[in-house]
């Protein structure tokens, strides 16, 4: 049974930094595309970040491009994302995400949650203005 399970989130000034963490067990992440959404209350799952099986390729909204730094240690099954310059609108549940069979192995670009099989439980970020 894969499990991913978030850390790392808690309420912060604006202009801060917070990492977030993301361990799996049950299988290892080798092989699929891992990811970051964002959920508030009332709004749709915003995808945040993704990142490909060997680490090689990433991609991001604009909305975080340049702030957010996603990545991944195969070995140690986790993903990291790095938030930098944080705003009061990245005020979320952040959530971790394991892709499925059709993004095996790819490079490609999954902002669309539905490309993704596994989630966390999520971790709540809070940026003070």
């Known amino acids: 049974q894969v499990q991913l399970v978030e850390s790392g989130g808690k309420l912060v000034q604006a202009g801060g930094s917070l990492r977030l963490s993301c361990a799996a067990s049950?299988?290892?992440?080798?092989?699929?595309?891992m990811a970051w959404f964002r959920q508030t209350p009332g709004k749709e799952r915003e995808f945040v970040a993704s990142i490909s099986w060997s680490g090689s390729n990433t991609h991001y909204p604009d909305s975080v491009k340049g702030r957010f730094t996603i990545s991944r240690n195969n070995d140690e099954n986790t993903v990291v994302l790095q938030m930098d310059s944080l705003r009061p609108e990245d005020t979320a549940v952040y959530y971790c995400?394991?892709?499925?069979?059709?993004?095996?192995?790819?490079?490609?670009?999954?902002?669309?949650?539905?490309?993704?099989?596994?989630w966390g439980q999520g971790t709540q970020v809070t940026v003070s203005s």
């Open positions: 049950g299988r290892t992440i080798r092989g699929y595309v």
């Open positions: 995400a394991m892709g499925g069979a059709s993004s095996f192995y790819s490079t490609g670009y999954y902002p669309d949650p539905h490309d993704y099989d596994y």
